[in-house]
């Protein structure tokens, strides 16, 4: 079986263009959810969605990020527009059972904001 | 506060040796708790998950304990490979109204050879 599919796997862009990561979850997965891993804080928690609705975004950092779930089989993050200290790797992970589920992880964005 | 702490930070050992890394949680009212892998440029990936009720749980030659009194658990590496280096991730899932996961940063495992 597929795994966690993300898109592009490195992003390379100057501050204040617009950037959108996509993903694509296990077939069958109710929950997705959106980390960004940094050296300094680890693993943080962006949004999560349960059944295509968001649940909990209080870890968005601020208006330019922004996540939609259209259906069950795709996922975006967008940052609009991006600066430098957005650099980072972003992961999305999907579950059978939301939180207390084991989580499957994509492999990651690499983006680089200049 | 809900916190996840591990330790070492970074740890080095020569290969076939042992190791055990550290975890210390303030979570409550805990859920579960989980150790995953993560390779260099690659996604966290799990390798055990402990309940409240157990105290051991291995996985090949990784061995996880947790004691929810003193809210530590523990990851032991028998044997250490080369392909063990990567970061060790804890993950704390706690029931706080909406059910939560708290991540620790992780420690980072070099194994030379």
């Known amino acids: 079986d597929a795994g966690v599919i993300q898109s592009p796997r490195h992003e390379v862009t100057e501050m204040g263009q617009e950037v959108t990561l996509r993903c694509k979850p296990i077939?069958?997965?109710?929950?997705l959810f959106w980390y960004r891993q940094t050296m300094m804080r680890g693993l943080e928690l962006l949004i999560y969605f349960n059944n295509n609705v968001p649940i909990d975004d209080s870890g968005m950092p601020e208006d330019r990020f922004s996540a939609k779930m259209p259906n069950a089989s795709f996922s975006t993050l967008k940052i609009q527009p991006s600066e430098p200290r957005d650099s980072a790797v972003y992961f999305c992970?999907?579950?059978?059972?939301?939180?207390?589920?084991?989580?499957?992880f994509g492999e990651g964005s690499r983006l680089t904001v200049l | 506060k809900n916190q996840v702490e591990q330790s070492p930070q970074s740890l080095i050992i020569l290969e076939g040796k042992n190791c055990t890394l550290q975890?210390?949680?303030?979570?409550?009212?805990?859920?579960?708790l989980r150790w995953y892998k993560q390779d260099t440029g690659r996604g966290p990936v799990s390798l055990t998950i402990?309940?409240?009720?157990?105290n051991t749980k291995s996985n090949g030659r990784y061995t996880a304990t947790l004691d929810a009194d003193t809210k530590q658990s523990s990851l032991h590496i028998t044997a250490s490979q080369l392909s063990d280096s990567a970061s060790y991730i804890c993950v704390v899932s706690a029931y706080l109204g909406d059910d939560k996961i708290i991540f620790g940063k992780g420690t980072r495992l070099h194994i030379l050879p």
């Open positions: 992970a999907s579950s059978r059972d939301s939180y207390t589920g084991e989580l499957f």
């Open positions: 975890c210390n949680y303030t979570v409550s009212p805990f859920s579960n």
């Open positions: 077939s069958g997965h109710n929950s």
């Open positions: 402990m309940t409240f009720s157990e």
